[in-house]
């Protein structure tokens, strides 16, 4: 029996899904497998499990609910918990990094990648009755395995007597993939379709599509607060620069002044928190970034060489998406918005903001807030305010947001793209797709008629957005998914009910690159049909959270008292941009105050054995000093002084400790701790580290263009930095942040190289390096 507050119980019951219980609930007794689908919002995250519970599925077992996103299984665990009146022990969450997980849990939200390393230790999945997938439209990579083993798994826990539903859940009717795929299920399962009232939304296109949508999405709100009727604004765009920027220029715009402290506060925090960017941050800069990454789009996908190393780990949060509905370019009802439909020149945007009546209450949202900041967006708007939420696309299905009636569309996304043979990845911006374009329109239509206005021409709509979204796993690389299949016992990779398979080349080379880092023993020609066996090595490796070639290194590292260094520095190399001026949008000037910086670091990297280490000694004595600086209660300053990331520094610490306790774990006869006051290795263990990086990143190694031989002094000059590398065509540079750009060694390795651009000319840049003698 459950006890919900009255309040609670009144909001529920005006869920759609809730009408639905019946049917949804015999049909799910009656059926091993259930299909889902339900427009976002329709209550499909938070009663579902709820329903489940109240059935008794919780009494013996637990029920586990999986999310591709962070941020989901955070926020959904906190509101169940909150609607069932349950404390947090009982509906819990689990995350790469932390979750409130105990033995009294009866439902459990975790991401999916949590999920999959469970299956790993249990295969049967005995502690759950039902497992719920959840957000399955996104198609990350760890939803489509999870279906494709579940499906195995399902039957035999049926054998076993002791049955497991499975249900998966999906924001969108495109489920063909799950139900048409009889590979996976030979017969397929039943699919319920919660029918969900969905007002009509008016879409509006701008007539011509601005490269600044930024500052496009910036006056559009400014638009619709000064001049329409009442309801929320909801404004979506890439990542989190251009959410904070937003949300700054729209505080000031339209201040409210009880909070005003709170929202400086915030601000303040943000800034010292984040990146050196805000200050750099001009929108010149912004649009260089976005018509240099739709120009790589549109030159399909022309991609630099970029690190493979950090790309998503199990259990790390994702930014995919996807769907839903939209109605006619510039329909009829025109009524209050003439002076909205865009393409006219808009007035200075100090004219429009002179005389606001109202203020806004603007609130951020993306996957790396902290859950109580995410958590206002379901709180009472202040009186007389209107509420404006500036998000990226966690709000497309992830996140419900109450009291929207306007949708900005700046029809943008951040992807990671790869180059699915060599795995050499970049940011970009690109187009969504249309269902994407669709499903953000619909997040206007909840309450009543909505409007949405898209940053963009109906002619790029129609040429350039594809209709939907590809599968992660079609373009991602799949080596660390490969490795824990692998070790899982699935040998045949090829054969794995996937609900679309990565093509044959992709699985190829990661077996390859997996083969040569000796994860994998190569095949003897006379068992070419057989799949390389795993090797002891590779099983050790794939018990690391982290990067086959980074657990590599941890598995080579077991002498000369060398794990807690190799640890460490896993830990930093794993976690993106502990060093601020290495941002993800790197552009060809580093930052004033990141050359700042410079100095330090050469000088944490000049103890001794610089010449050892480089860079990766920076970032052993930049990990070692921040937390010695936390250890007395001074990070923030720390950090802010030195160009850290403080929540890097906090990933790193945690990454440390977990793979501390792996290691504690499975490695016989060691005991680690994680030491705050890790002190600098000794010449020795230096050399030892690079020989352990060297084994990790043996395709990463570089050698300096021969100076010597090239006559010409105008060219002797220009490639006086410059590096061959065995992949690329031409050489590359050090860049100005290395330690060792003096130096110039013979020989080195490097964690990453990256293209910049500047203007037309384009130039790649070695980061991360270490020499070899
Ligand atoms: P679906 O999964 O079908 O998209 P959800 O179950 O996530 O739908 O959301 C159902 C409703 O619950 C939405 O109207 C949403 O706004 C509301 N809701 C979700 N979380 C909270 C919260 N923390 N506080 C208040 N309302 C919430
Ligand atoms: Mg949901």
Known sequence: PVNRLAKVQEARLRLPILAEEQQVMETINENPIVIVAGATGSGKTTQLPQFLYEAGYAQHKMIGVTEPRRVAAIAMSKRVAHEMNLSEREVSYLIRFEGNVSPATRIKFMTDGVLMKEIESDFLLNKYSVIILDEAHERSIYTDILVGLLSRIVPLRHKRGSPLKLIVMSATLRVSDFTENTRLFKQPPPLINVECRQYPVTIHFQKRTPEDYVAEAYRKALKIHNQLPEGGILIFVTGQQEVNLLVRKLRRCFPYRQQQEQQQQDEQQDEQLEDVAEENFDMKRVIRNIRKSKKKFLAQMELPKINLDDYKLPGDDTEADMHEQAEEDHSDDEEELDALSAGEELEGVSELSSGPKQPLWVLPLYSLLSSEKQNRIFQPVPEGCRLCVVSTNVAETSLTIPHIKYVVDSGRQKTRLYDKLTGVSAFVVTYTSKASAEQRAGRAGRISAGHCYRLYSSAVYEHQFMEFGLPDI??????????????????????????????????????QRLTVLGALKATPSDAKDLPPAMTPLGRVISRFPVAPRFGKMLALSHQQGLLPYTVCLVAALSVQEVLQETGVQRTEDVAPKANKFHEKRQRWAASGNFQLLGDPMVLLRAVGAAEYAGSRGQLPEFCATNGLRQKAISEVRKLRVQLTNEINLN??????????????????????????????????????????????????RRLKYAYNTPDMVDPAFLHASSVLKQKTPEWIIY????????????KMFLRGITAIE
């Open 667 to 716: 490695v016989s006869g060691v005991q680690l701790s994680v030491d705050p006051q890790l002190k600098p290795p000794s010449d020795a263990q230096a050399r030892f580290l690079r020989q352990i990086l060297l084994a990790g990143m043996g395709d990463r190694v570089a050698r300096k263009v021969p100076l010597s031989e090239i006559t010409d002094k105008e060219e002797r």
């Open 751 to 762: 964690q990453e190289a990256y293209e910049l651009r500047n203007g037309d000319s384009e």
């Open 474 to 511: 079609q373009q991602k690389p799949v080596d660390d998914l490969m490795l824990q299949m692998r070790s899982m016992g699935i040998d045949r990779v090829v054969h794995f009910p996937f609900p679309t398979p990565p093509d044959q080349l992709q699985l190829q080379a990661a077996e």
